[in-house]
C-alpha cells in the first residue's frame, strides 16, 4: 500500500506504541451520547478489577489538542498527526468520580467534557486517518485481567473479538436530560431545548458516518437504560459477565 508521507509518518510512529494482550477479555460498551456507557463502564471495571479505556476520550482529547495548537479541524492529515502524537495519560479518579484526565502535565479532565469539546470530537471522528490513528493506542489498552472498553465502534471495529458486546441506548429525551444535569452539576449552563438539538446532531453525524459508523455489533446485546437506573444496568451486565467467566474451567 502507498501511503501519502503525512499518513505514513504517522503509521510509523503509531507503531511505536506499546501493543495490547490480544488474550486478555475484552467487555465493549457502545452507544450514543449520555445512553450511561461511561457511568456503565467505569463501574464494571471497579467491580470486576479490570482496566477501563474510554475512546471518547481520545477524540476529544484530539479535538482539544488540535484547537489549542490553532490546527484547522477541517484539515485531516493535521489533525491526524496530532492524534498519534498525543502524550497524554488516564489516572483512576476516587470512588465514584470520573478517570483523570493528563495532557503533557496539564490536568484537563474538566475541559475536555464540555459539549462544545463532544461537538469538536464528533466532527474531527469522521477521519479514517484519525480513527486509523487512534486505533492501536486503543487496542493497546488490551490487558490482563481483562478490559472494559466504551465509545460508539469497541464492539464493531476495535475490539471485533471481544467475549462480551453491549450497545446501551436510550431515548433523545431521556439523554438530553441527563446530560442537563450533568452539564448543571459541572457548573455549564445549557439550555435544554439547545441540548437536545446538540445531541440529535450528533447522533446524525456518529450513525451517518462512513467510517466505524456507531451501530450495535451484530452480536451486540442491546440495553435500553431510558427508565433503568444505572445501578440496575451494572447488576444486570455485571451477571452476565460473571457468569459466563465463572462457567469456565
Ligand atoms: N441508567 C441511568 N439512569 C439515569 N442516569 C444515568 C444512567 N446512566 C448514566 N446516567 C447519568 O447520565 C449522565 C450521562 O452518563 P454517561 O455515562 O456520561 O453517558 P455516556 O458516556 O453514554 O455519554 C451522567 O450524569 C450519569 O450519571
Ligand atoms: N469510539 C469512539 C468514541 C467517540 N467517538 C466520537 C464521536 C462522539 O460524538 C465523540 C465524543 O465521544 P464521547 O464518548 O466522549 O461522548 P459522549 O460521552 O457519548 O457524549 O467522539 C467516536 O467516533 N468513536
Redesign the pocket.
Known sequence: MIQAPDQQAASERASNLPVGNPTAPVVTI??????G??TLAVSLARRLNWRVL???????IT?LSASKQGVDLGHAAAVANIATTLDVSFLAGDQGQPLRVILGQQDITSE??T?A???M??T???YPEV?LA?LQR?RAFQEAPGLV??????GT??FPNAQFKFYVTASAEVRAQR?YQQLKQQGEIVRLPHLLRE?QK?DE??TQ?AE?P?LPAEDALVIDTSELPALQVLDYVAEIVEKTLNQKP
Open positions: 457502545d452507544g450514543p451520547s449520555g445512553s456507557k461511561g474510554d475512546s471518547g476520550a481520545l477524540y476529544r479535538a475536555i467534557r459539549e469539546c463532544g461537538a470530537a464528533s474531527i471522528a469522521v480513527r487512534l486503543q472498553a466504551d465509545g460508539r465502534d469497541m471495529v476495535v446530560r445531541i450528533r453525524r456518529d458516518r466505524a456507531l
